[in-house]
């Protein structure tokens, strides 16, 4: 399994970025796949994850700002960002469960996730 994000970069408060996260080794119509993003000196912790069928997921703190979507035949994950913050700079990975199945959701503890990308970088200016 392999996972490529890409898209990042600086914009200011208000601006939009689309991050993009290329799939190898599996199919992401088959499984749940996610965005998270971390800050320097913070957790890790979700952002919005999309579930094989295509239903999506947020938490809170993007909802109504950041759309997650996917092209089954490209095998890719999206990321729409608009509205961008200076809260949300951070780096963003795109990551997997180790295992199908189960629920699919932006909340779910970072710990049950397994696949991982590098990370691509954004950063957001006031």
């Known amino acids: 399994v392999q996972l490529v994000e890409s898209g990042g970069g600086s914009v200011q408060a208000g601006g939009s970025l689309r991050l993009s996260c290329r799939v190898s080794g599996y199919s992401v119509s088959g499984f749940c796949t996610a965005w998270f993003r971390q800050a320097p000196g913070k957790e890790r912790e979700g952002v919005a994850a999309i579930g094989s069928d295509g239903t999506p997921s947020y938490v809170d703190s993007v909802k109504g700002r950041f759309t997650i979507f996917k092209d089954n035949a490209k095998n890719e994950v999206y990321l729409e960002m608009n509205n961008l913050r200076p809260d949300d700079a951070a780096l963003y990975y795109c990551?997997?469960?180790?295992w199908g199945g189960g629920p699919c959701s932006a909340s779910l503890p970072v710990s049950v996730w397994y696949y991982w990308g590098q990370g691509t970088q954004v950063t957001v200016s006031s």
């Open positions: 990551g997997r469960k180790r």
